[in-house]
């Protein structure tokens, strides 16, 4: 695992694999080494999750697995801190208390790595050896040129996981012996020597800047990692013994760090490294003050107070000299970074009421008048020196400082635009009684936000973007033009990050919050113009980058949705009804009601594997710790559905919209249908028509009576259709519940049943599907009776339909309205009762091994007809999950209830009803049977067989049983089995239906034919081509030409001297009874319902039918073929006897 680069998936559950282990003595220090290998090389490039879930197993693995008294401390340490705490390895996790556990458990176990003195001999070896690292860590070489670098964090980051560790180790150890730990004796101790560093260091200036580094560096681990999200600070003895112990240096260390960024101690590019250390770590102690309840109010304020007059001073400092020092320009930097931090403190942490400050009044005025995207000249020093500033330090190059100078000064002006945006003014002729020419002068503010996207690199540009979202609603009546190019230079940005992983969501998000802004939509809305127009464009845009990357499409929708379903007002004016946008942009809506791409494998993988991960829940350690990211593709239709259960048919607006949008996708669906009228299972068009309708369903309690009367037409129309299964049941189901709720449309129902018969075809399944669940409909109908006798009429005549699945459709409702007319007793079907009853009682005593029985009983038992009911299961459960997976829908189109439960963006109100699927219909398996719409001819079941017999299978091979010589081409393998090679050729292009093909395969491998020709090999990977080739196309060459391409393949075997036999009713046809096939014949079969078309009959050499005694006009083509094969082979077989 460790010698070449894995993928994700193979990485994590080879880890799980390992962590599933019964536990044993197996690794040693070789062992955890490379499972630590495995976690600094291999996983660097791997998704987030996968790679935080595939550290949890790798972790679990050591612990299972490793012989502690084969490796030491040191070397466990080393592995734990190349876990990533943002990832797997967090306080407060089951993991995390799992590895306390361990250590605790096997405390004085490990190998020894030290000698352990007199002073440590009382304590544990893992006290004794956390007691020596921070000694250790601490400890500075002795006097000498300082190297002018950070230190790395990686020994920092080990250090503070330990003493942590440790200390809960610690706490656990007291638990189980029932002691109170109110002294924290050996947490005090792991403390000890970094307090007595931070407390030096407001007073004493020669400590050396290694030692202050990693003191510093080690103090923002311990706070970073003891307070993450995951601990209680309440219930944590740890983490609150901690904040104490620091308290004590709070002053000492804002001193320090003071005096650091204002006195020009930092000048080299290397330094400013030290600055990003110093303002993390402020950061860090102000919410320490925060959270608990520090009374070092004071000193925040004078640190926050200094720090801002100084810097500000820095800044407006001219330099005396024409070429600047270096110097000067990075105390600058520090000092644009310095008060990046204080504008940051004083938006976040409102409790501290900075705004009170003096400096805080200055530093407004002082932003607001600053030159913007000002470029630092480059000193010539480091000209000089390139080697040693550029190449060798984190800040590379002159140009990444200056970048990190013009991202600061954005966040500054963020601050200030977000604190005074409703005094930005529309246009700049109108006055303020504010002197902040950045707020008063927007357009010229955002010229200069323009000019910053195209000169900072993409990595620093979001402040930029945070700003123009300010900006763009006050200035996109007055500046249209120029908002318009914003929108292009920010699809710029966007497009060319689409690889990016660290920097494009971040990036996506607040380039969707600019152009997706409430009042940007309004405005733009309202006027219909070219931004109106460039909005659409972007829409569509964003809808094709997430086609090929996931999670797009969901960034831009959840921002709209959560921004349109606040309001709740009736006003009628765009700018103060947010809701109004989403009429405006439905088409944004209507495209993610049927949102899904049919992904490539590698993609679904990916995609399953997450939710694979996620199901775990908190069992796995990187659900609790990563932050959800909502990127899976089912969270872009969730979104959108919860959207529209929000809305409320009562509001005026909300009904406008419902209708607005059940429309469109009516239109969308005869649209779908009109593109191709046959479609397979699980394509595209299915997929899509199936999301359509579930929509619709989802929408259908919101719509009123007189909306149906106009549109239950489009519905009915949509049921004579060829449907899929799964979208047939919808179909249906909707009918059923518009016509319980309205039983005044049945006279519209009753019409679909007088089309002409060619026009129903089997289509009028559909429509008797509905009739067998009368009972629903007729719940609120006073008078049943007169009813119940239409729809007795109407089914009894279909009852003698010429078709098999018609007959069965109808034969089920008459069961149910003929139960229904029992309970009844309606006098008026007296007479027809014998007949009736003993119809029905035929049916369900029929005799025979036939299909008709057992298709009658299969019926009987689907679910639609046996389980479901339309109002108990009206759920959101049973419409995006139970439904699909009865109807044998592809598993991707399966929305299980979890993830709408986890999707919190928009969360359902708590009095909502329609989630869960009822037991009864959650539990069943999909059916053997289904409803599908193929055309007149469309009963195959007729042609399947139920022997009763014994069966006695034949060995088609003479001697031996065949070895998995794949490499051998068909003909030797044939030889090798002792089969005859004949030379027949069956050319099969023009067959489309997968059943036909598989078995003409079956049948030409049996009898010997050369070949078999194909119109496409991908039906060979079609299941129900498998089913009846039964791996005939293993044993059979198989070769591909295309229906355009026969007329030159039927003249080149013509050169090679084949006879071209056409299997045709012709005028001067042959009989095949009298008919002699030479030995090099070409079979050519017609297509299921066409035929052989004119241009093929004229390059036949003789056509050739079979004789009938019947009245059906023709066989299935199946069938004629394996006729004509059977015959060729019946003559080769006698002139071969006749030979011998």
């Not at 501290?352 to 630092?376: C, D, G, Y």
């Not at 050169?1055 to 036999?1061: L, S």
Request: hydrophobic content about 40%; aromatic content about 8%; charged content about 20%.
């Amino acid at each position: 695992m460790t010698s070449r680069h894995w993928c994700a998936v193979p990485i994590l559950f080879l880890s799980m694999a390992l962590a599933c282990i019964p536990a044993c003595k197996a690794l040693g220090t070789e062992g955890l080494h490379a499972l630590r290998d495995v976690l600094q090389c291999t996983m660097i490039t791997h998704q987030i999750l996968l790679r935080g879930a595939a550290q949890c197993y790798l972790l679990q693995t050591a612990m299972n697995l490793v012989d502690v008294e084969k490796v030491s401390l040191p070397e466990v340490s080393s592995f734990l801190a190349c876990l990533r705490p943002e990832e797997s390895l967090r306080r407060g996790t089951i993991l995390w208390v799992e590895l306390c556990s361990w250590l605790c458990t096997n405390d004085g176990h490990f190998r020894k790595s030290i000698k352990c003195d007199l002073e440590h001999q009382e304590r544990s070896s893992l006290s004794t050896y956390v007691l020596t690292l921070v000694e250790d860590y601490l400890k500075t070489p002795p006097s000498g040129r300082e190297s002018c670098f950070m230190p790395d964090w990686f020994e920092a980051k080990l250090v503070a996981t330990v003493i942590l560790l440790a200390a809960d180790v610690e706490e656990m150890k007291n638990k189980h012996s029932e002691k109170i730990n109110t002294k924290w004796i050996e947490l005090k101790a792991f403390l000890y020597p970094l307090l007595d560093v931070l407390l030096k260091l407001g007073t004493n200036v020669y400590i050396p800047t290694l030692k202050a580094d990693k003191s510093l560096q080690l103090l923002l681990k311990l706070l970073q990692t003891c307070s993450l999200k995951c601990s209680n600070p309440q219930d944590d003895g740890v983490l609150t013994f901690l904040w104490k112990c620091v308290e004590t240096s709070v002053d000492s260390v804002l001193d320090f760090v003071l005096r650091r960024l204002t006195t020009g101690d930092l000048n080299t590019v290397s330094d400013l490294d030290r600055c990003n250390l110093y303002l993390a770590l402020v950061s860090e102690l102000v919410n320490l003050s925060l959270n608990i309840g520090w009374k070092k109010g004071l000193s925040i304020w004078n640190f926050i107070s200094s720090l801002t007059n100084a810097s500000i001073h820095s800044l407006q400092e001219a330099s005396s000299e024409q070429e600047p020092k270096l110097e000067e320009q990075i105390q600058k930097v520090v000092s644009m970074a310095s008060l990046t931090v204080v504008c940051e403190i004083i938006d976040q942490k409102p409790e501290l009421q900075l705004e009170s400050l003096q400096p805080v009044e200055t530093l407004k005025r002082f932003i607001s008048s600053a030159q913007l995207n000002q470029v630092l000249k480059k000193p010539s020093s480091i000209e000089e020196k390139s080697s040693l500033f550029e190449e060798s330090t984190s800040c590379q190059g002159w140009g990444k400082t200056v970048a990190c100078y013009i991202h600061d000064q954005w966040v500054c002006l963020h601050f200030l635009l977000k604190k005074y945006q409703n005094h930005i003014p529309q246009s700049e002729d109108e006055t303020l009684e504010l002197s902040l020419p950045a707020v008063q002068r927007p357009r010229r503010t955002f010229q200069s936000a323009l000019e910053a996207l195209t000169v900072l690199p993409s990595e620093q540009v979001l402040p930029v973007f945070h700003c123009m979202k300010v900006l763009i609603p006050k200035l996109l009546v007055s500046s249209e033009t120029l908002c318009i190019e914003a929108f292009d230079l920010g699809w710029k940005i966007i497009s060319s990050l689409s690889n990016t992983q660290l920097i494009f969501w971040s990036n996506l998000k607040a380039f969707v919050q600019v152009v997706f802004d409430t009042e940007v939509l309004a405005v733009a809305a309202s006027s219909k113009g070219q931004a109106y127009a460039k909005i659409r464009q972007m829409i569509s845009r964003l809808v094709e980058m997430s086609t090929t990357r996931t999670g797009v499409f969901n960034t831009v929708l959840s921002y709209c949705c959560q921004s349109w379903v606040l309001s709740t007002s009736d006003d009628t004016h765009i700018s103060e009804n947010p809701f109004l946008n989403a009429g405006e942009y439905s088409e944004l809506l209507m495209e993610a009601c049927i949102f899904g791409t049919v992904f490539r494998r590698d993609q679904r993988l990916i995609q399953d594997v997450h939710a694979f991960v996620e199901n775990l829940g908190d069992k796995c350690a990187a659900n609790v710790v990563t932050e959800s990211t909502n990127r899976d593709e089912h969270y872009v239709r969730i979104c959108v559905i919860k959207f529209l259960c929000l809305l409320d048919e009562s509001n005026n607006l909300h009904k406008m919209f419902v209708e607005d949008i059940v429309t469109k996708l009516l239109d969308k669906d005869e649209l779908v249908s009109k593109t191709r009228t046959r479609y397979y299972a699980n394509s595209l068009q299915h997929r899509v028509k199936n999301r359509l309708w579930q929509t619709l369903l989802v929408l259908l309690p919101k719509l009123d009576q007189n909306f149906l009367t106009e549109t239950l037409d489009k519905i009915l129309q949509a049921g004579f259709e060829n449907n899929q299964a799964s979208v047939k049941y919808l179909i249906e189901w909707i009918i059923i519940l518009i016509l319980h709720k309205y039983p005044q449309f049945l006279s519209k129902f009753w019409d679909c049943f007088c089309y002409d018969e060619e026009k129903l075809k089997t289509s009028i399944c559909t429509f008797l599907s509905v009739l067998s669940h009368f009972d629903i409909i007729l719940q609120n109908t006073s008078e049943k009776k007169p009813v119940l006798k239409k729809a007795l009429i109407v089914v009894l005549q279909w009852c003698f339909n010429h078709n098999f699945s018609v007959r069965l459709y109808a034969l089920i409702a008459l069961k149910k309205i003929w139960g229904m007319c029992k309970t009844l007793h309606v006098e008026e079907f007296e007479a027809l009762t014998p007949v009736i009853e003993s119809s029905l009682h035929q049916v369900e005593n029929m005799h025979g091994t036939g299909n008709a029985k057992r298709n009658w009983q299969r019926i009987q038992e689907h679910f639609f007809f046996a389980t479901f009911h339309p109002l108990k299961d009206y759920s959101l459960e049973t419409i995006f999950y139970t439904l699909p997976r009865l109807s044998e829908l592809v598993e991707d189109e399966w929305i299980s209830l979890c993830k709408f439960t986890r999707f919190t963006s928009i969360p359902l109100p708590s009095t909502y009803q329609w989630y869960h699927s009822r037991a009864e219909l959650l539990d069943l398996k999909p059916s053997d049977w289904s409803q599908q719409d193929k055309g007149s001819n469309s009963v195959e079941m007729d042609n399947q067989t139920e022997w009763t017999d014994v069966q006695k299978k034949i060995i088609p091979w003479k001697n031996s049983i065949p070895d998995l010589d794949l490499e051998l081409v068909f003909q030797d393998r044939a030889a090798k089995l002792g089969k005859s090679n004949s030379r027949l050729i069956v050319v099969a292009s023009l067959i489309d239906k997968p059943t036909n093909l598989g078995g003409l395969c079956r049948t030409s491998e049996i009898f010997g034919a050369s070949a078999l020709i194909v119109g496409s090999l991908r039906y060979i990977h079609d299941k129900q081509f498998q089913q009846l080739s039964v791996s005939a196309e293993q044993w059979l060459p198989l070769l591909e030409v295309k229906p355009s391409q026969l007329v030159e393949y039927l003249q080149q075997k013509k050169m090679e001297g084949y006879t071209i036999i056409g299997v045709e009713q012709t005028a001067k046809s042959s009989d095949l009874t009298e008919y002699c096939f030479p030995e090099k014949s070409l079979l050519l079969l017609g297509n299921e319902h066409e035929g052989i078309p004119v241009n093929l009959i004229q390059l036949l050499d003789v056509c050739v039918e079979i004789p009938q005694q019947g009245i059906i006009r023709s066989l299935n083509v199946h069938v004629s073929g394996a006729l004509l094969i059977w015959e060729y082979t019946r003559q080769q077989m006698i002139k071969q006897k006749q030979l011998k």
